[in-house]
């Protein structure tokens, strides 16, 4: 089974898309993230925190705060964080 995802490349000549596939150094790259995140989530969240604004923000912060550490873009803070709300183990 191979990974892909379509992309889009800026080059000089303009804008370019196409399939990505996925090498060994995106897993390299992605499942020490995931762990990541997944622990410092878990450290971070509190009981209720998907209804109460401040708790929210907290894990919104520790999302955004391990994605700087790594000079992260794309996925954006908000973007993970509306993934992680949707999970029930969390």
């Given at each position: 089974?191979?990974?892909?995802?379509?992309?889009?490349?800026?080059?000089?000549?303009?804008?370019?898309?196409?399939?990505?596939?996925f090498s060994h150094n995106w897993y390299t790259f992605?499942?020490?993230?995931?762990?990541?995140?997944?622990?410092?989530?878990?450290?971070?969240?509190?009981?209720?925190?998907?209804?109460?604004?401040?708790?929210?923000?907290?894990?919104?912060?520790?999302?955004?705060?391990?994605?700087?550490?790594?000079?992260?873009?794309?996925?954006?803070?908000?973007?993970?964080?509306?993934?992680?709300?949707?999970?029930?183990?969390?």
């Amino acid at each position: 089974m191979t990974l892909s995802r379509q992309c889009t490349t800026k080059t000089k000549s303009g804008t370019k898309g196409g399939t990505l596939l996925f090498s060994h150094n995106w897993y390299t790259f992605t499942f020490p993230l995931t762990n990541e995140l997944d622990a410092k989530i878990m450290k971070t969240k509190k009981d209720g925190w998907r209804d109460n604004i401040q708790k929210t923000k907290a894990v919104r912060y520790a999302i955004a705060e391990t994605l700087k550490r790594r000079s992260i873009e794309h996925p954006t803070p908000e973007h993970i964080l509306n993934i992680v709300r949707k999970q029930q183990d969390y």
